[in-house]
């Protein structure tokens, strides 16, 4: 049974690019989480998907945009990349909003903004 | 908003026993993970408290006590392979039941 998926692994983009990364959920989940991970720090949530809509945000600017597709799987898209954009981003995945008892983390995408 | 803080680091010997401590400041509390993180890899669940007291997992244990915002990670007979972040976070009604982390504790186990 695999488990979340991410892709690529590492990226290397240059300022003010446009970036897209992939998520496809551990199966049976229906609910994508995305969030960023700085250096030495915890994730910070960016938004939610769920039925193919974006039900929660955090406080992560609109350059900052997902879909979800009807197969549960989603992508992150980051336009006029900075250089604070360079993070860890991981994908988590879950069965319903709550994620009962707790999400299913990717290994995530290692973003480099140069 | 939530406010969670847990230690940067700390360090312990190989057998020995380490608690890892977490505080919150929330509203509408609905559950505090734990979970592992090891070094470039992907958060791993470990446990879930929604209600006081101790639930004990095997060598990890994790308290709460909701009243005085706190909770705790122990983990005993460490291990080397125990080496890694431990991030608390805390789910409420009122971030529609998104958890926050915290930043995260880094574990170094000697021998």
């Known amino acids: 049974d695999a488990g979340v998926t991410q892709s690529p692994t590492h990226l290397i983009k240059t300022r003010g690019q446009q970036v897209t990364l992939r998520c496809s959920p551990k199966?049976?989940?229906?609910?994508v989480s995305w969030y960023q991970q700085a250096l030495g720090q915890g994730p910070q949530f960016i938004f939610q998907?769920?039925?193919?809509?974006?039900?929660q945000r955090g406080n992560f600017p609109d350059r900052f945009s997902g879909h979800q597709f009807p197969n549960y799987s989603s992508e992150l898209n980051v336009n006029a990349l900075l250089l604070g954009d360079s993070a860890l981003y991981l994908c988590?995945?879950?069965?319903?909003?709550?994620?009962?008892?707790?999400?299913?983390f990717g290994s995530g995408t290692r973003l480099t903004v140069v | 908003g939530q406010n969670i803080d847990q230690p940067t680091e700390m360090t312990a010997t190989e057998g020995a026993i380490v608690q890892i401590n977490c505080t919150y400041q929330?509203?509408?509390?609905?559950?505090l993970f734990w979970y592992q993180q090891h070094a470039g890899e992907a958060p791993t669940f470990l446990s879930y408290?929604?209600?006081?007291g101790l639930e004990e997992k095997g060598r990890f244990s994790s308290f709460l006590s909701r009243s005085k915002g706190y909770s705790y990670l122990l983990l005993k007979e460490l291990q080397m392979k125990d080496s890694a972040s431990y991030l608390c976070?805390?789910?409420?009604?009122?971030?529609?039941?998104?958890?926050?982390f915290g930043r995260g504790t880094s574990l170094i186990v000697h021998p």
């Open positions: 988590a995945s879950s069965l319903g909003r709550g994620g009962w008892p707790g999400y299913t």
């Open positions: 199966s049976g989940h229906d609910t």
């Open positions: 998907y769920y039925e193919e809509e974006e039900r």
């Open positions: 929330t509203s509408g509390f609905n559950g």
């Open positions: 408290n929604v209600l006081d």
């Open positions: 976070a805390v789910r409420s009604s009122g971030g529609s039941y998104i958890p926050t």
